[in-house]
């Protein structure tokens, strides 16, 4: 009887599980399905990303950008954090989000507390006009009249971009009257309430952002002191991806990238788009949405190369600027009391920053919008991937990466023919030229600069021509990828040092193989 009984409460103990854990797993079973015998199955997954409202942040979040994602098979979520920076950093900490953009003073400010929880792989855009200093024009119509002011009553709101506006004129002018204590310090919750003050004549200076900077200036007796339009890499907005993640998932990370740097290359050249969509988003008028663009600079991909993470081809020279600004930056904070040193981590910035998924992107090339390649292969391994036309403005649009090295390829006097041994020269460099294939490539004839200019045109055009056609015949390469110009005698080498006028003039009839792309 006994044996019974516990097989009776085993058997009901056992059905109350079941019934419990169908309770639970039944909405994941459900939703299991609905992906199942949808194009919600399509999806590999989802990356987040915390911002706020922020201009500079729209292409980010755009309707652009997640349909582009989307199709890529990877759901954009954006969350909105209305700039908790603090809350931002520790989310990243703890995985809850992907990456986060921040500016460059934000996370140095927020950072430390969670062990600097992301690196910088790109920036954003930097504030031009985005953020003011406004004052009433009979306290002060410049910056040098608030000298020796005692009484002054400034409202910022703590925290944000436009505070550490206020912070660089304080150091960067030596004007601690701008740092007022007591009564004289107003914080306040957002731009719109500092203006509320000073238009209420209970703040003699505000430091807002758009669009209440164009509203301070256009009323009667404001002035603008001091715009980041007139600042150079002081407000600069970045995107941070986690420690985590940049480790275990590159490749989305380069995919996000890309795809934001076409999204943003697709609204520069519609700007009309562009405009639609914020005011879609924000509910603007066309004035006010016009206004705001007029703050922001967004940082393509070419100017994040060579501008601020120092990535250049072989050969060229490129800026550093994400490393100038993160000192100059920690200098200001230490100056404005923040910090009693500098908290970037061994003094030593690189350790914030990760310049390797644009330097992949850079060495694979930004390929266009449309491009595909033939036979199934991959553009990246293929040197016959398929471009879209371009007309002479678009070609006119490409920013050069640089010359591959030929050897001299010699063509018999007045001939536009390859013989055998040009062809092997031209063979040699498309073993260089199999490196980098989503550049497009210039072919560029010369010839000496003796003789009829214009038949040293003719003549060098068609060898480029010859060049181009070989190309084409044996390696498959698109022709819509080539351009020749027949540049004549135009462009002659430099003489060497010591080099006699025979030689030298032997060396300028060449072909040049330059490889271009499109400035995302």
Same mark, same amino acid.
């Given at each position: 009887?006994?044996?019974?009984?516990?097989?009776?409460?085993?058997?009901?103990?056992?059905?109350?599980?079941?019934?419990?854990?169908?309770?639970?797993?039944?909405?994941?079973?459900?939703?299991?399905?609905?992906?199942?015998?949808?194009?919600?199955?399509?999806?590999?997954?989802?990356?987040?990303?915390?911002?706020?409202?922020?201009?500079?942040?729209?292409?980010?979040?755009?309707?652009?950008?997640?349909?582009?994602?989307?199709?890529?098979?990877?759901?954009?979520?954006?969350?909105?954090?209305?700039?908790?920076?603090?809350?931002?950093?520790?989310?990243?900490?703890?995985?809850?989000?992907?990456?986060?953009?921040?500016?460059?003073?934000?996370?140095?400010?927020?950072?430390?507390?969670?062990?600097?929880?992301?690196?910088?792989?790109?920036?954003?855009?930097?504030? %031009?006009?985005?953020?003011?200093?406004?004052?009433?024009?009979?306290?002060?119509?410049?910056?040098?009249?608030?000298?020796?002011?005692?009484?002054?009553?400034?409202?910022?709101?703590?925290?944000?971009?436009?505070?550490?506006?206020?912070?660089?004129?304080?150091?960067?002018?030596?004007?601690?009257?701008?740092?007022?204590?007591?009564?004289?310090?107003?914080?306040?919750?957002?731009?719109?309430?500092?203006?509320?003050?000073?238009?209420?004549?209970?703040?003699?200076?505000?430091?807002?952002?758009?669009?209440?900077?164009?509203?301070?200036?256009?009323?009667?007796?404001?002035? %603008?002191?001091?715009?980041?339009?007139?600042?150079?890499?002081?407000?600069?907005?970045?995107?941070?991806?986690?420690?985590?993640?940049?480790?275990?998932?590159?490749?989305?990370?380069?995919?996000?990238?890309?795809?934001?740097?076409?999204?943003?290359?697709?609204?520069?050249?519609?700007?009309?788009?562009?405009?639609?969509?914020?005011?879609?988003?924000?509910?603007?008028?066309?004035?006010?949405?016009?206004?705001?663009?007029?703050?922001?600079?967004?940082?393509?991909?070419?100017?994040?190369?060579?501008?601020?993470?120092?990535?250049?081809?072989?050969?060229?020279?490129?800026?550093?600027?994400?490393?100038?600004?993160?000192?100059?930056?920690?200098?200001?904070?230490?100056?404005?009391?923040?910090?009693?040193?500098?908290?970037?981590?061994?003094?030593?910035?690189?350790?914030?920053?990760?310049?390797?998924?644009?330097?992949?992107?850079?060495?694979?090339?930004?390929?266009?919008?449309?491009?595909?390649?033939?036979?199934?292969?991959?553009?990246?391994?293929?040197?016959?991937?398929?471009?879209?036309?371009?007309?002479?403005?678009?070609?006119?649009?490409? %920013?050069?990466?640089?010359?591959?090295?030929?050897?001299?390829?010699?063509?018999?006097?007045?001939?536009?023919?390859?013989?055998?041994?040009?062809?092997?020269?031209?063979?040699?460099?498309?073993?260089?030229?199999?490196?980098?294939?989503?550049?497009?490539?210039?072919?560029?004839?010369?010839?000496?600069?003796?003789?009829?200019?214009?038949?040293?045109?003719?003549?060098?055009?068609?060898?480029?021509?010859?060049?181009?056609?070989?190309?084409?015949?044996?390696?498959?390469?698109?022709?819509?990828?080539?351009?020749?110009?027949?540049?004549?005698?135009?462009?002659?080498?430099?003489?060497?040092?010591?080099?006699?006028?025979?030689?030298?003039?032997?060396?300028?009839?060449?072909?040049?193989?330059?490889?271009?792309?499109?400035?995302?």
């Amino acid at each position: 009887m006994g044996r019974k009984l516990i097989g009776v409460v085993l058997l009901l103990v056992l059905g109350i599980a079941g019934i419990v854990g169908a309770y639970f797993l039944l909405p994941y079973f459900k939703d299991w399905q609905v992906k199942g015998t949808s194009d919600a199955g399509k999806v590999k997954g989802q990356v987040t990303i915390a911002l706020d409202n922020w201009i500079g942040y729209f292409p980010l979040r755009s309707p652009e950008m997640k349909t582009a994602m989307r199709r890529a098979g990877w759901q954009l979520v954006i969350e909105d954090d209305k700039a908790d920076y603090r809350s931002r950093m520790e989310r990243l900490k703890k995985g809850e989000i992907d990456l986060a953009a921040a500016t460059v003073d934000s996370y140095l400010l927020s950072g430390p507390a969670f062990e600097f929880p992301g690196t910088m792989i790109m920036v954003i855009d930097e504030s %031009k006009g985005g953020d003011s200093m406004v004052a009433k024009a009979d306290v002060a119509r410049n910056l040098s009249a608030l000298r020796g002011r005692s009484d002054l009553r400034v409202a910022f709101t703590p925290g944000s971009p436009s505070h550490h506006l206020l912070k660089a004129a304080v150091d960067h002018f030596n004007l601690p009257e701008l740092n007022p204590v007591g009564p004289g310090r107003i914080e306040t919750n957002g731009s719109s309430e500092a203006l509320q003050k000073l238009l209420t004549g209970k703040a003699d200076l505000a430091v807002l952002w758009e669009p209440d900077v164009t509203r301070a200036l256009a009323q009667p007796g404001v002035v %603008k002191l001091l715009g980041t339009e007139d600042t150079r890499r002081l407000i600069v907005d970045v995107l941070l991806v986690s420690r985590k993640v940049s480790k275990e998932q590159p490749e989305l990370i380069k995919l996000l990238m890309k795809t934001y740097f076409r999204t943003l290359k697709n609204y520069r050249d519609n700007p009309d788009l562009l405009k639609k969509h914020i005011r879609e988003d924000t509910s603007l008028d066309d004035t006010a949405v016009t206004s705001m663009l007029k703050g922001v600079s967004w940082v393509s991909f070419g100017q994040n190369c060579e501008q601020w993470f120092d990535v250049a081809a072989p050969g060229t020279t490129a800026e550093q600027g994400l490393v100038d600004t993160v000192y100059s930056t920690a200098s200001i904070l230490v100056a404005a009391g923040d910090f009693s040193k500098s908290p970037v981590p061994g003094e030593d910035p690189y350790r914030l920053i990760n310049s390797s998924f644009l330097e992949d992107l850079f060495a694979g090339g930004l390929a266009s919008v449309g491009e595909t390649a033939t036979s199934g292969v991959g553009a990246a391994e293929s040197l016959e991937a398929r471009f879209s036309a371009l007309d002479e403005a678009g070609w006119a649009g490409l %920013k050069e990466v640089g010359a591959l090295k030929v050897d001299p390829i010699i063509f018999q006097s007045s001939a536009t023919e390859l013989d055998l041994l040009a062809k092997q020269v031209v063979d040699k460099t498309v073993d260089r030229l199999k490196h980098y294939p989503n550049f497009r490539v210039v072919i560029k004839g010369h010839t000496g600069t003796r003789g009829d200019p214009a038949e040293n045109q003719r003549l060098s055009q068609e060898r480029a021509e010859a060049v181009a056609k070989y190309l084409e015949i044996t390696y498959n390469v698109d022709p819509n990828r080539m351009r020749t110009l027949g540049l004549g005698g135009t462009q002659p080498l430099p003489a060497q040092p010591g080099e006699s006028k025979r030689s030298h003039e032997y060396r300028l009839p060449r072909v040049e193989l330059v490889l271009v792309r499109e400035d995302f």
